[in-house]
T-cell receptor, first 112, second 116 residues
């Protein structure tokens, strides 16, 4: 079965630096790979989606890359701010049943 | 946009009672909604897929008689935790997919259930 691995340890980044989060999966590549932000006690919020035939996607300070050879996606936040502190979840949309397979998330802490 | 409203945000109930959680899509019709459960510092665990007008599809290990799901309209799905016990205490989140959209799913704000 498909498994997703995200850095389980919290990631501490100095404000203004680029934060890079990793999402690795084990089996066949998904049709879509998605990144969400989750704040404590709240539901996830969709950030970006990248298709399997895309290498990179950008949205303001966010950038996502997708390497189907490495079975890996990287999520970058440039010019990071303390308000970017949250847990970031990677999710794979596999097939026509529209279910998402979730990583456990990486907690990002941006220090002022 | 796509907005999903979930209520209540927090609920405390006594052991043995039932609790109903509502999930509404406010500005779109959701033929499919998903119910998740999340424990602290863990990933979202899919409990069931709710389809309008038909029975929900439950994931392996989820008791369908305990977690009753009703998706009676295109904008409302409900999850009822029956005969709740302390081990049912968790964070429950619903999400909906806008039809014909492969884009990100929209999530409710979640319900923190505490069974005492």
């Amino acid at each position: 079965s498909q498994k997703i691995e995200q850095n389980s340890e919290a990631l501490n980044i100095q404000e203004g630096k680029t934060a890079t989060l990793t999402c690795n999966y084990t089996n066949y590549s998904p049709a879509y790979l998605q990144w969400y932000r989750q704040d404590p006690g709240r539901g996830p919020v969709f950030l970006l989606l990248i298709r399997e035939n895309e290498k990179e996607k950008r949205k303001e300070r966010l950038k996502v890359t997708f390497d189907t050879t490495l079975k890996q996606s990287l999520f970058h936040i440039t010019a990071s701010q303390p308000a970017d502190s949250a847990t970031y979840l990677c999710a794979l949309l596999m097939d026509s049943n529209y279910q998402l397979i979730w990583g456990a998330g990486t907690k990002l802490i941006i220090k002022p | 946009g796509a907005v999903v409203s979930q209520h209540p945000s927090r609920v405390i109930c006594k052991s043995g009672t039932s609790v109903k959680i509502e999930c509404r899509s406010l500005d779109f019709q959701a033929t499919t909604m998903f119910w998740y459960r999340q424990f602290p510092k863990q990933s979202l665990m899919l409990m069931a897929t709710s389809n309008e007008g038909s029975k929900a599809t439950y994931e392996q290990g989820v008791e369908k008689d305990k977690f009753l799901i009703n998706h009676a309209s295109l904008t409302l799905s409900t999850l009822t935790v029956t005969s709740a016990h302390p081990e049912d205490s968790s964070f429950y989140i619903c999400s909906a997919r806008k039809p014909d959209s492969y884009y990100g799913y929209t999530f409710g704000s979640g319900t923190r259930l505490t069974v005492v």
